[in-house]
């Protein structure tokens, strides 16, 4: 196989047609049999890759070139999700706003360029493939969750976290999914999964999905001051269900259609082996 191969079993599996400005080719790749996919895949990984006679290595978080320094410009696909969530989408747009220029302008300054001169000097092949996963992952969880609290009006917070560590990410992973708004006997009601769109909305979009009627956020991640805001805000529950174990429900689907094609994949850098 080949990266554009490869790249089109991402899109295909992710419902996509084009691929997202965070992920992309970065060095092209012929006659791949034997792949290294991680979280985080830099100039290390690159190496041990090729000490293991690694053909492709897969990055899951922007490490590069355009995917890497145009991340913000993703996120505004947020608002479909806002949108699927009751959220007005106008009232989506506004609410993701200011974080959209948030992250845009800390990506300005980053060195875009480390890793792809890295992979270029290494003659690797590299590639980058983080929306797409993202939204295996985001459609996994959320079809779990759907499934197992449909019969159950009034599932608590503490129900969630268990139907969650159904999946053998959330099982096997050091960093258990957590309740960070709430407490584990309050009514979880509307259970809304959000983990694609580049990164996290902010307190304002977080808000806004309450404000529709969503009860509870299941996000990969929330940092401590949107963690505060929407404790102040008091009307919605948040449950982190955890960076590398959700990464992970992602990737593991990408890897599964991988090995379907007859691909070996290495697991490396934060990727949790489901089995």
């Known amino acids: 196989m080949n990266t554009k191969e ?41 190496m041990l890759a090729r000490e293991l006679g690694v053909d492709l290595v897969i990055t899951h978080h922007p490490k590069g070139g355009k995917a890497a320094i145009n991340l913000h ?9 806002m949108v699927k969530a009751g959220v007005p989408i106008n009232k989506a747009q506004k609410a993701l706003a200011e974080k959209v220029g948030q992250v845009e302008r800390a990506l300005h300054v980053t060195n875009y360029d480390r890793v792809v001169s890295a992979a270029k000097l290494l003659n690797m092949p590299f590639m980058g493939v983080h ?27 503490d129900d969630v976290i268990k139907a969650l560590e159904e999946l053998p990410e959330y099982q096997k992973t050091l960093a258990k999914p957590v309740i960070r708004v709430g407490s584990k006997d309050d009514f979880a009601g509307k259970v809304f999964v959000t983990m694609a769109g580049g990164t996290g909305g902010g307190a304002a979009v977080a808000k806004a999905y309450f404000e529709a009627g969503v009860g509870t956020l299941i996000c990969m991640h929330m940092p401590e001051d949107v963690i505060k805001a929407v404790k102040e805000q008091n ?41």
């Not at 410009?73 to 999700?81: C, E, G, L, P, T």
């Not at 992952?137 to 009034?154: C, G, Y």
């Open 6 to 46: 490869i790249m089109d079993i991402a899109l295909e599996k992710a419902g996509l047609t084009e691929v997202p400005e965070d992920s992309g080719i970065i060095v092209e790749g012929e006659n791949i049999k034997k792949v290294a996919i991680g979280v985080d895949m830099e100039l290390a990984e690159m």
């Open 73 to 81: 410009k993703v996120m505004k696909s947020q608002i479909d999700r």
């Open 131 to 157: 929306t797409p996963t993202d939204i295996l992952a985001e459609n996994k969880v959320q079809s779990h969750l759907d499934e197992r609290l449909k019969d159950n009006p009034k599932a608590t917070l």
């Open 235 to 275: 009307i919605g529950n948040v449950i982190v269900a955890g960076h590398m174990a959700s990464d992970s429900v992602g990737i593991n689907e990408f890897i599964k259609a991988l090995e379907e094609k007859g691909l070996e994949v290495i697991r490396m850098s934060g990727v949790i082996d489901p089995k």
